[in-house]
């Protein structure tokens, strides 16, 4: 019982004092609007090795936190959206760089749309004409049964005169 107890006090400790943690950052990259704006650019601009597919901003690891404070320092000592790009590809590598897909990668995805797309019509195209077809041939029944009663109402007439 009392070492349960002793180990969630610690466990209590040690949560407590990692929520207060906070990195040491230079007062300068706090303060100044425009090097939060240069880094949060940077951030959302360069992919992230560490976590595949998801940029910087994105990314939970904290190698990429070390690298994001690198970018803040970068954007303190003044340097541009692109200098600080072009200094994190060479310091770091060209894994960080974010290339645009050539056209047909997604090419197969156009036919499958374009495949999806002709099947849709086609099939609207069969179910409204055979329900075209079905009321033609129900109206010519309906035209049909009122002709055999319009003679049969005739008939009925004729002979109930002739019995008179």
């Given at each position: 019982m009392k070492k349960h107890f002793l180990i969630s006090?610690?466990?209590?400790?040690?949560?407590?004092a990692s929520?207060?943690?906070q990195p040491v950052q230079p007062k300068?990259?706090?303060?100044?609007?425009k090097v939060y704006q240069v880094a949060n650019q940077v951030n959302q601009q360069v992919l992230s090795p560490f976590c595949p597919g998801?940029?910087?901003?994105?990314?939970?690891?904290?190698?990429?936190a070390d690298v994001r404070r690198d970018i803040q320092v970068w954007a303190a000592q003044g340097k541009k959206v692109d200098?600080?790009?072009?200094?994190?590809?060479?310091?770091?590598?060209?894994?960080?760089?974010m290339s645009e897909p050539p056209?047909?990668?997604?090419?197969?995805?156009?036919?499958?749309i374009g495949f999806a797309f002709l099947i849709s019509i086609s099939a609207i195209v069969f179910i409204s004409r055979?329900?075209?077809?079905?009321?033609?041939?129900?109206?010519?029944?309906?035209e049909e049964k009122l002709?055999?009663?319009?003679?049969?109402?005739?008939?009925?007439?004729l002979r109930a005169q002739y019995q008179d």
């Open positions: 006090f610690v466990l209590t400790i040690f949560a407590t929520l207060y943690a300068e990259i706090v303060a100044d609007g998801k940029t910087l901003a994105m990314c939970t690891s904290p190698a990429a200098e600080i790009k072009e200094t994190l590809f060479e310091e770091y590598g060209e894994e960080y760089r056209w047909w990668d997604n090419f197969g995805l156009f036919i499958g055979n329900r075209i077809e079905k009321q033609i041939q129900e109206d010519d029944r309906d002709e055999e009663n319009s003679d049969d109402e005739y008939l009925n007439e």
